[in-house]
């Protein structure tokens, strides 16, 4: 059953659960240790947050994730990145208590969570359409969670801890504001102070940012990773938006086709990417048909040149992915490193930068990306000049071209085909 609310749309089980998961993780208020899950030894030993030890989740005979193994250390900023389909929601649905695993377990702060429901989990979540009161105002929908802890909470304590919770989302002087009187930004925030009230050691966020617009977005996107360092806690992130991933998060789970492709520092999965997937989605990428020949370093392109490669490579049909700011655009051929000839087809102007769109004979179409100030050249190049494209053989990433059709039968799953 879904909810409809002049705010959006959430289901019952979301607002019920949010009620509940306020209840689960906040008995903070008398004891320190009150985010575990009752029941269970107080003091833990642990330092992963979270772990995910071999699971499965199928939903009738889909599986949305295959055996996935994560460990998040605590403190940790984690964004689960991939593309719609992939299973990025099903494992923060799986942390949060809505879906039990089909094999496999979820532990979180070193316990085990098959079978313990939303509210008894030391998690809060964010959900993308916010899922506030609109009959509340702010602060009611802040308090909400507090009043329905048992034992009782004094009206003064949560006073107290709700205008804490507006002060750190900067919603001090809008407490008494109704929902519908508020943007979108600082109803983002309402949500987050709701979420943040009671100090869960866990906190989820389902795409939070998805509905700003693109400055709502990166100033949220900064605040976010203030409130987590100033919180403390760990923060799981999904989003499809792998700017908003490498920006915000210090640890991304690159992920696709219900599976980890690579799991690294943002840093890590942008320089080195572990396939193509993860080259493709992780940033933009120029790939080129080649073979690596027999001595192991020369890469053979389609047109018949070489280059070669800055590193060992097992002989094979491969494909070499080169980033667009990773190619130096000139008018002239460079004297060192390799070089393509090609006529520039297409120029978008970006402000500090330009895209040039690149058509090289018998290689295909070049993305490059261009900051004017290291062109050394103050004019803009213009669609049909005549260009070089140089870079350093180095900067090529190859991977075997058995990839490629990997990654094409995976985007036929992920939409469904
Ligand atoms: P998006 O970015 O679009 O939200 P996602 O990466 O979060 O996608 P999931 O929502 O985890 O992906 O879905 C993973 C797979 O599981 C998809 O194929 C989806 O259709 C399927 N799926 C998710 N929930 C259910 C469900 N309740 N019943 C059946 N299939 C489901």
Do not use: W
């Amino acid at each position: 059953m879904r909810l409809n609310t002049s705010l959006g749309v959430y289901t019952a089980q979301e607002a019920q659960a949010y009620s509940f998961l306020n209840d689960g993780g906040n008995k903070a208020a008398t004891d320190c240790h009150s985010n575990q899950p009752q029941g269970t030894d107080v003091v833990s030993t642990s330092t992963n947050d979270i772990e995910f030890r071999s699971v499965t989740k199928n939903y009738g005979s889909v599986t949305a994730v295959t055996d996935i193994n994560l460990t998040v250390p605590k403190g940790a900023f984690l964004a689960l990145l991939g593309p719609s389909g992939c299973g990025k929601t099903t494992c923060l649905r799986m942390i949060g208590g809505f879906e039990q695993p089909s094999e496999g377990t979820v532990l979180i702060d070193g316990r085990e969570m098959n079978g313990v429901p939303a509210y008894r989990r030391p998690v809060n979540m964010v959900f993308q359409h916010y899922a506030l009161f609109p009959h509340f105002n702010v602060e009611q929908n802040v308090a909400y969670g507090l009043k329905q802890m048992r034992p009782r909470i004094g009206s003064t304590e949560i006073d107290r801890r709700v205008a804490e919770a507006l002060e750190m989302v900067r919603l001090g002087g809008f407490a008494k504001r109704r929902i519908h009187e508020m943007s979108g930004g600082q109803q983002q925030r309402v949500a987050l102070a709701r979420a943040i009230v009671n100090r869960p050691s866990v906190l989820l966020l389902d795409e939070p940012l998805a509905a700003l617009d693109k400055k709502l977005r990166s100033a949220m996107q900064i605040e976010l990773q203030t409130l987590q360092r100033e919180l403390g806690i760990t923060f799981v992130l999904v989003t499809h938006d792998q700017e908003e991933a490498l920006s915000m998060a210090d640890v991304v789970c690159v992920m696709s086709a219900g599976r980890i492709r690579q799991l690294g520092s943002p840093q890590e999965v942008y320089d080195r990417p572990a396939d193509l997937f993860v080259a493709d989605f992780v940033g933009k990428t120029n790939r080129i048909t080649a073979a690596a020949e027999a001595d192991g370093t020369t890469l053979r392109l389609a047109d018949g040149s070489a280059i070669v490669a800055g590193k060992r490579l097992a002989p094979g049909d491969v494909i070499a992915a080169l980033r667009p700011e990773a190619i130096h655009l000139t008018r002239k051929a460079a004297a060192s490193g390799a070089s393509f000839k090609g006529t520039v087809t297409h120029r978008i102007f970006l402000g500090s930068s330009a895209e040039y769109a690149v058509s090289v004979p018998g290689l295909g179409d070049f993305l490059i990306t261009a900051d004017r100030r290291s062109m050394n050249e103050s004019d803009l190049v213009e669609p049909g000049e005549e260009v070089f494209l140089g870079f350093d053989p180095a900067a090529i990433h190859v991977f075997p071209a058995s990839n490629a059709q990997t990654r094409t039968r995976e985007q036929h799953h992920e939409q469904g085909l």
